[in-house]
């Protein structure tokens, strides 16, 4: 089996977030980058079906260097190659760009039966780059896969819809997105480490994949303004001692009319 | 992850994957040590159930390159035990010992076979070592030691016992160090189950409770030649051992004092008193976060100095007992320290201070006390000895 898993590298998800001078963007000025957790899951399905019988893994992220250390670390749990696509980096947050520019690169190297990505990158939440880059590749797809079972060119996979279990049967090729308790992923090992530091990655620009620059930033959305969330409120607290019927009426008005929970 | 202290961008003397594998044991530590540790501490039983899961990190032997050993460098090792020591002194320990005291001597004056038979299977936790210098009546001075190593024929024949071993009963090898009759001290590889070899835990020890501690009997343990390390010869065959130990401790000790540090920089963030500050606003309590601060602080350059010294082929044992000394003695204080500022908060199990308080007086006293590395530095500095070993 031939898989490719698109990592998106994203800020740790312990980062404090500030906002960028912008308006728009974050302040990327000391944030630690990590592979996106979901893209985790992805990953870890794709090295274990390697190892349960044969295949090859390579692992495909889009942006400036510092994505360089996100393949990295895919190596190092695992993957045989990895590609990193540089340019147009305005694209920030624009999910149709992504797509577009990763399932150009799947197209141009060409030959994988699976395409693995996290349901959804933790960076923007979107849940929108796994089935745009399956659209534009006309590939079949399932979100949020929780297991995944393969044979005769096909997979049949699980996922979770509201009271219940979906399971839907696909033919490979076919774009895949990784939902939390898919597995546990491994840590990477240090002789992982070592070996991924070794490795060649291979590099391609948004205009090496026949995109244009200006024509992808301008495409699909584009992110006006960001905001903090504002500030908690202070607690109520009702002194029950005195009258403690009066506080629970009290508690019960509040819930109703100010909460609106009953 | 826990944000690492770092004052003076330290981080920027470290390569991409030192970084990288710093994070990752951090991680590991995170996930799977801090939530159990107090309970195991507490317990006084060491995490068996994590050996196979740090053999599959590779933490073990994890900076020579042998047998496929990973092969990281000296600060990317150092950086390994930090973390491992942010979780729990005894933890730590045990990686030390495996490593630098069982698989380093092993594969420095071990014989082929030995390397063969024992360095894959150390690796992947298959096997666990355990170290024998030090006896009930011989600390500070391995070379006053009684452990005897007679020829029988072809073989050997040992007797005598080793005490304060980590490890000790949960080793399948011990490296067990003795005089021959010519009082020449050569090492031997004995494994558990030979006749005449037994091991007695230690029990109540306030410190390092995740960690097994135990005693070695060797009653005329009969070994063939093959048992004995070839290339050993004299003490300072093991001394060269603690060298690489102790180096592990410099940089162990700094993740405990991080630990400890950030709990009380936490704690005194939130904690209010007198007037609805928190007890972080008040000048005495910042004196003391200060200090620690600014000891880690120096304690990071000396170890990261002495990873390149090390990776250099340049270090030597004066230069280890400075930063063994130094990082003990540091992570010892601020222990003390973070445990004033929590007030009665330090004592119980809820945060990791006391804990790591009671471990650190053992690791500021093994593998060299914190005396006896001033007298090493000393007797570099002066030219004179002040611990030599009188007659015994």
């Known amino acids: 089996m031939r898989s490719c898993v698109l990592l998106a590298c994203v800020p740790d998800t312990a980062s404090v977030i500030k906002l960028g001078a912008a308006g728009n963007r974050i302040d990327e000025a000391g944030i630690k980058w990590v592979i996106s957790p979901y893209d985790e899951f992805a990953l870890e399905e794709a090295v274990r079906i390697k190892e349960a019988g044969s295949g090859h893994v390579t692992v495909i992220s889009y942006g400036p260097d510092r994505v360089q250390a996100t393949l990295r670390d895919g190596l190092a749990r695992g993957a045989d190659a990895a590609v990193q696509v540089t340019g147009g980096e305005t694209t920030f947050g624009n999910a149709l760009a992504i797509a577009r520019v990763l399932a150009a690169a799947i197209r141009k190297l060409g030959g994988f039966d699976l395409v693995w990505a996290g349901v959804k990158g933790v960076g923007s939440d979107n849940s929108l780059v796994g089935a745009m880059v399956a659209e534009l590749c006309d590939l079949p797809h399932v979100s949020g896969v929780l297991k995944a079972e393969f044979g005769g060119g096909k997979v049949v996979a699980h996922r979770e819809v509201d009271g219940g279990m979906e399971v839907i049967e696909a033919p490979l090729p076919c774009v895949l997105t990784a939902q939390k308790g898919l597995n546990e992923p491994r840590y990477p090992s240090l002789k992982g480490i070592m070996a991924s530091k070794k490795a060649a990655i291979q590099t391609m620009s948004v205009a090496d994949l026949g995109l244009d620059e200006a024509a992808l930033a301008g495409a699909g959305c584009r992110w006006r303004s960001l905001a903090l969330p504002p500030a908690k409120g202070g607690g109520m607290i009702l002194n029950g001692e005195t009258d403690p019927a009066a506080a629970a009426r009290e508690l019960a008005r509040l819930l109703r009319e100010q909460a609106k929970v009953i | ?392």
């Not at chain 2, 507490?42 to 900076?63: H, N, Q, T, V």
């Not at chain 2, 009082?183 to 005449?196: I, K, M, N, W, Y």
């Not at chain 2, 093959?226 to 050993?232: I, K, N, S, V, Y």
């Not at chain 2, 620690?292 to 002495?306: D, F, G, Y």
């Open chain 2, 1 to 392: 992850m826990t944000e690492h202290l770092d004052l003076l961008r330290l981080d920027e003397l470290l390569s991409e994957d030192e970084k990288t594998v710093r994070d990752m044991v951090g991680r590991w530590v995170d996930e799977r040590v801090l939530p159990g540790i107090e309970q195991w501490a507490y317990e006084g039983r060491f995490p068996r159930e994590l050996i196979p899961e740090m053999a599959e990190l590779g933490l073990f032997g994890a900076s020579y390159s042998d047998y496929g050993l990973p092969g990281v460098s000296s600060v990317a090792y150092g950086l390994v035990l930090q973390e491992l020591e942010r979780g729990d002194s005894g933890l730590r320990s045990f990686v030390s010992v495996q490593s630098a005291l069982v698989m380093y001597p092993i594969l420095r004056f071990g014989s082929s076979e030995q390397k063969d038979r024992w360095i894959p299977a150390l690796a992947e936790g298959r096997a666990i070592g355990c170290f024998g210098l030090t006896e009930p009546d011989f600390g500070s001075n391995p070379a006053g030691m009684r452990t005897r190593a007679r020829r029988r024929g072809e073989g050997w024949v040992l007797s005598g016992e080793k005490a304060w071993i980590t490890n000790g009963n949960l080793a399948d090898l011990a490296v067990v160090w003795a005089k021959d009759d010519e009082g020449e001290v050569r090492g031997f590889l004995v494994e558990r189950g030979t006749p005449g070899f037994s091991v007695v835990e230690h029990k109540g020890k306030y410190s390092l409770r995740a960690s097994v501690t135990s005693q070695l009997v060797l009653e005329d343990v009969e070994l063939p030649d093959a048992a004995r390390l070839p290339a050993a010869h004299g003490l300072k065959a093991p001394l060269a051992c603690l060298t690489q130990a102790r180096y592990g401790i410099a940089w162990g000790t700094l993740g405990a004092a991080m630990a400890v540090f950030r709990t009380a920089l936490d704690y005194a963030r939130i904690r209010v008193q007198f007037g609805g500050k928190p007890i972080a606003a008040h000048q005495m309590v910042q004196e003391k976060l200060v200090w620690m601060a600014n000891e880690i602080t120096k304690a990071q350059l000396v170890v990261w100095r002495l990873g390149r010294l090390k990776d250099e082929g340049t270090l030597t044992h004066v230069q280890v007992s400075l930063g063994k000394r130094n990082s003990c003695w540091m992570a010892r204080e601020c222990a003390r320290l973070a445990r004033e500022i929590l007030g009665a908060n330090g004592i119980v199990n809820e945060y990791p201070v006391m804990r790591h308080l009671m471990n650190l007086e053992s690791v500021f006293t093994y593998e060299g006390t914190h005396d006896i590395h001033t007298l090493v530095l000393g007797k570099h500095l002066t030219g004179f000895g002040a611990f030599e070993p009188g007659p015994e």
